[in-house]
């Protein structure tokens, strides 16, 4: 062996691998934490008639409501907000967008929107109504809601082992594609659309696989039915193809989401998860007649087309977001640091949807409550322990969310009743989720004493956001 090969041998011998992932960034700034006691957190929530959604997050440790819109913008990204162009038509902020998203996508139209659920409110307005059906794998809670409102039905064909939260399939986002062939067989002409959501967050956070995306694409071609993709969370669902799906490995997180742009004829974004942004959107399409439409209502709620809404800033800081994103080095980081608590808590033995997913750990609250008649709201209990004992506010992703009230003041339940807690990006370290593991393990060990609640005032849509709930025969703040 050669000298030089001699000392590369040696050298690649003795490197360093470390099993820890660390954070791929250090930290410029610091936010102080409110750290309540408990009768403090007794009295907010007493205030907040038990709804999460109403607590002040001046009265919130650690929140892990929702990865919305809650991350921690990059130097890149505070320096373009510098940069921004704020002309009212045309300006540069939006052609660097544009150009970002064409790049990625491979869409002839991009329309900024403020946010997700803008882009859900313009399409399903322009494209829904009575008699129509909008099939998903999984609608979440404001795309179903604005599907609703136009009179059209939103239904799901998440495979069977989606709606099981103890089962290891490792794409539980996938389409049933035998029972929506089935379905579209007799049903295809009153479906505008369907609405491919990755992950899928109404199911765990779970992704769905190339394979299935393709197939889907295939069997709506039959049908002459477009797909959309609602992409809110599209990096993470690359970054699990990536690791997961036989013959990926070698491919990039750009190159993986370039393909699952391209299987579709047009996306819906919250730009607010997996775009690094505070607030910001997005519908992109290459259908010229459904362009118009959307383009019209734009105009009409949200602003100019070229900038929809947002500020230049706005849009300045989504272009860099919306690259920075697929960094492998990130997505590494954001995929084991979620499992990192998945795994700790899946130790202790407390019931958790699995496998871990992308965005949020996901607590059976049906299994870790089992004491508690599904219509006795065991998620929205779980919750309310959780932030009564430690302070953090989840969210329940079940009956409140998804179910219904009959005639007689009981629920309806929703399939699982799950306790969602969303982490935001680049936002707290290890010892802030240490912390909450033991607050999560604290509640489990006592979890007898966990009551029910019922819903004490509802308004007619997204009924989560600002009901009002009562405990069932109990004090749950004595």
Not at 12 to 38: G, W
Not at 98 to 117: A, F, N, W, Y
Not at 163 to 179: I, M, Q, T
Request: proline share 5%.
């Amino acid at each position: 062996m050669r000298h030089a090969e001699a000392v590369r041998h040696r050298h690649n011998a003795m490197a360093f691998q470390a099993k820890t992932i660390i954070e791929p960034f250090r930290v410029k700034v610091v936010e102080p934490l409110p750290i309540l006691d408990r009768h403090a957190r007794a009295e907010a929530l007493r205030a907040a008639n038990f709804n999460l959604f109403s607590i002040r997050a001046a009265d919130i440790t650690v929140d892990l409501l929702t990865d919305s819109g809650t991350g921690a913008m990059s130097q890149e990204q505070w320096a373009g907000i510098m940069r921004g162009d704020e002309s009212y038509a045309g300006s540069r902020s939006f052609l660097r967008f544009e150009s970002v998203l064409k790049d990625l996508t491979g869409m002839t139209h991009i329309i900024p929107t403020h946010q997700g659920r803008a882009s859900e409110k313009i399409l399903f307005t322009a494209i829904g109504g009575a008699g129509k059906v909008i099939p998903s794998n999984t609608h979440f809670d404001t795309t179903r809601a604005n599907v609703e409102f136009t009179g059209a039905e939103a239904l799901d064909f998440v495979i069977e082992e989606g709606l099981d939260p103890s089962s290891e399939h490792p794409f539980k986002g996938n389409v049933d594609l035998p029972r929506l062939g089935a379905w579209l067989e007799a049903h295809h002409e009153s479906v505008p659309v369907f609405v491919l959501t990755v992950t899928n967050n109404s199911g765990g956070g779970q992704p769905v696989s190339l394979e299935n995306m393709r197939a889907l694409r295939d069997l709506l071609n039959r049908f002459d039915i477009p797909l959309f993709l609602d992409c809110a969370r599209f990096a993470e669902n690359a970054w699990f193809i990536k690791m997961r799906e036989p013959g990926q490995s070698g491919r990039t997180p750009r190159e993986i989401s370039q393909e699952m742009f391209r299987l579709c004829d047009g996306a819906m974004m919250s730009a607010k998860k997996d775009g690094f942004g505070n607030i910001g959107g997005f519908l992109a399409m290459n259908d010229n007649r459904w362009l118009i439409d959307c383009r019209n209502l734009l105009i009409l709620t949200e602003g100019f087309p070229t900038y929809g809404g947002l500020a230049g800033r706005d849009l300045e800081a989504l272009a860099i977001g919306l690259v920075e994103i697929l960094d492998e080095r990130y997505l590494e980081y954001r995929i084991a640091s979620t499992e990192y608590v998945w795994r700790a808590l899946d130790e202790a033995g407390i019931p958790l949807l699995r496998p871990a997913g992308g965005h949020a750990v996901y607590l059976d609250g049906r299994a870790f409550a089992s004491h508690l008649d599904p219509a006795e709201l065991p998620g929205q209990s779980v919750s309310i322990a959780l932030y009564l004992e430690a302070g953090v506010r989840a969210c329940e992703i079940g009956t409140v969310m998804f179910g219904s009230t009959r005639d007689d003041g009981l629920q309806n339940p929703s399939p699982m009743d799950l306790v969602r807690m969303a982490i935001p990006r680049r936002v707290y370290t290890q010892s802030h989720m240490d912390y909450v593991i033991e607050g999560v393990r604290y509640v489990f060990d006592n979890r007898e004493s966990l009551r029910g609640y019922r819903i004490r005032d509802e308004p007619p849509a997204l009924r989560h956001f600002t009901c009002g709930f009562e405990p069932i025969d109990h004090d749950p703040l004595a």
